[in-house]
């Protein structure tokens, strides 16, 4: 049973930073591919960036500049480094991993608030 478990998420100002982190465990052989999501309130799920096992990333234009996408497949976690942030960064941030003839996972969800 393949798990992923989001931590790091919380509630900062405007211009602060958050780290997150994503913990695979479980029967994996490899992991193909890392991303985070994220979710606002009454709006779809969307891509925020995402990280290939060759280490190629790739960002949607609403956070380049200010976030970072990492991983360590050998430890595998994955990371999401968040500065610069901003009141419409508000959401529910989930992490998804593509593992290796499994499939794809996502993790629970971990809270991003950004507030004055």
């Known amino acids: 049973q393949v798990q992923l478990v989001e931590s790091g998420g919380g509630s900062v100002q405007p211009g602060g930073s958050l780290r997150l982190s994503c913990v695979v465990s479980?029967?994996?052989?490899?992991?193909?591919?890392m991303g985070w999501y994220r979710q606002a309130p009454g709006k779809q799920r969307e891509l925020v960036a995402k990280?290939?096992?060759?280490?190629?990333?790739h960002y949607e234009d609403f956070v380049k500049g200010r976030f970072t996408i990492s991983s360590d497949s050998a430890k595998r976690v994955g990371y999401l480094q968040m500065t610069k942030l901003k009141s419409e960064d508000t959401a529910v941030y989930y992490c998804?991993?593509?593992?290796?003839?499994?499939?794809?996972?996502w993790g629970q969800g971990t809270q991003v608030t950004i507030s004055s």
């Open positions: 998804q991993a593509v593992i290796r003839d499994l499939g794809t996972y």
């Open positions: 479980g029967s994996v052989s490899s992991i193909l591919a």
């Open positions: 990280v290939a096992g060759d280490g190629s990333t």
